[in-house]
């Protein structure tokens, strides 16, 4: 069974700083491409960032330069270093895996940023 913990969320001021955090269990996580996405109110589910197996990584327009995905193969866990927070940044974030074509998904962590 696949399991994806996320954990990290709150309330922040902008120009303030989180860390997400996702656990992972129940797949092959060094081989699986991990991401996060977010989804405000109102709006559609977007992709924030992903760093496939090799450490690769790619960004939204919009946090780049100020969100960093890593991971960490030895602990099953993926992380989202947020910086610079805006009141836009306000969404839930899910934790995504995806491994031989098939995602799963986290539950979410929400994330408030207040001006």
């Known amino acids: 069974q696949v399991q994806l913990v996320e954990s990290g969320g709150g309330l922040v001021q902008a120009g303030g700083s989180l860390r997400l955090s996702c656990a992972a269990s129940?797949?092959?996580?060094?081989?699986?491409?991990m991401a996060w996405y977010r989804q405000a109110p109102g709006k559609q589910r977007e992709l924030v960032a992903r760093?496939?197996?090799?450490?690769?990584?790619n960004y939204a327009d919009s946090v780049t330069g100020r969100f960093t995905i890593s991971r960490d193969n030895a602990k099953n866990t993926v992380y989202l270093q947020m910086n610079s927070l805006k009141p836009e940044d306000t969404a839930v974030y899910y934790c995504?895996?995806?491994?031989?074509?098939?995602?799963?998904w986290g539950k979410g962590t929400l994330v408030t940023v207040s001006s």
């Open positions: 995504n895996a995806n491994q031989y074509s098939l995602n799963y």
């Open positions: 129940g797949i092959i996580f060094s081989i699986s491409t």
């Open positions: 760093i496939t197996s090799g450490g690769r990584s």
